[in-house]
């Protein structure tokens, strides 16, 4: 598994993850983002019995870009407490179908997941199980009756993107689950990763890394003409 690695040091390990893995172990068996980095640093530094490496936060199996895993304990701890405290910025970029009627906004929506289906659903906020959802977006560009967006997380539940911009009116480019009246089987979901933005655990320094999305379609309608590029070079 070819796994750009964007920084590393004693505590921190911060990589590129690639579409259409899963970061953990699931029921698929397919081989797992985690158990991938753990087996390479075992074998990098030689390292005997198992391999600590602290899981901070998650990405959709289909999504990719920049994740930041903790090699200490202490580091996972400090990270996943600046999750909790909303923190840590986290930036992506997608292409919706449709153009957004606001340019942007906030979105507050109660959502629901059926674990069993593996679905999400907004629900009323008295729904026994429902949990606030709130991200901010912002239309760079409307091209070809798509738009790439912009959009800041300020929690992390579970598709919660993907369902909030679909329960909008403007599913993502590709999303099946979520958009299956506009897209088609083979589509991949056009949302990155785009930027991560932390303290480090230990020297308390600001971290911040980017990653920008792969030159294939959708995402080379914008590429090409230097939207995403110049946007967020």
């Known amino acids: 598994m070819n796994i750009p690695i964007l920084f ?6 911060v990589i590129e993850k690639p579409v259409n893995i899963p970061v953990q172990e699931d029921r698929s068996g397919d081989q797992d983002l985690l158990t991938a980095l753990k087996e390479d640093l075992k074998k990098r530094y030689q390292k005997p019995g198992n391999v600590y490496l602290g899981l901070v936060h998650r990405l959709d199996r ?25 923190s840590i910025d986290r930036e992506y970029l997608a292409i919706v179908r449709g153009v957004p ?18 679905q999400v659903f907004s629900v009323k ?20 009756e798509s738009s ?21 009116g403007f599913p993502l480019y590709g999303d099946q689950k979520y958009g299956s009246k506009v897209n088609q089987r083979g589509e991949q979901i056009a949302l ?34 230097n939207q995403v590029y110049k946007t967020y070079g």
Do not use: C
């Open 8 to 13: 590393e040091d004693n505590h921190l390990l």
């Open 62 to 86: 289909p999504v990719g870009g920049v994740m930041v895993f903790a090699k200490t304990s202490k580091a996972a701890s400090r990270l996943s407490d600046q999750l909790r405290r909303q």
């Open 101 to 118: 009627k606001k340019k942007q906004a906030t979105l507050h929506h109660f959502l629901y997941k059926d674990r069993q289906r593996n």
């Open 125 to 144: 906020q008295n729904h026994p199980e429902a949990k606030s959802a709130k991200l901010d977006y912002r239309v760079i560009e409307t091209y070809s």
């Open 148 to 168: 790439l967006v912009n959009v800041r997380l300020h929690t992390g539940r579970s598709h919660q993107i993907r369902v909030q911009l679909a329960s909008e």
């Open 192 to 225: 990155w990763a785009h930027k991560l933005e932390f303290e480090h655990p230990v020297t308390k320094e600001i971290m911040q890394f980017v990653s920008k999305p792969p030159k294939v379609y959708p995402w080379e309608l914008w590429n090409d003409r």
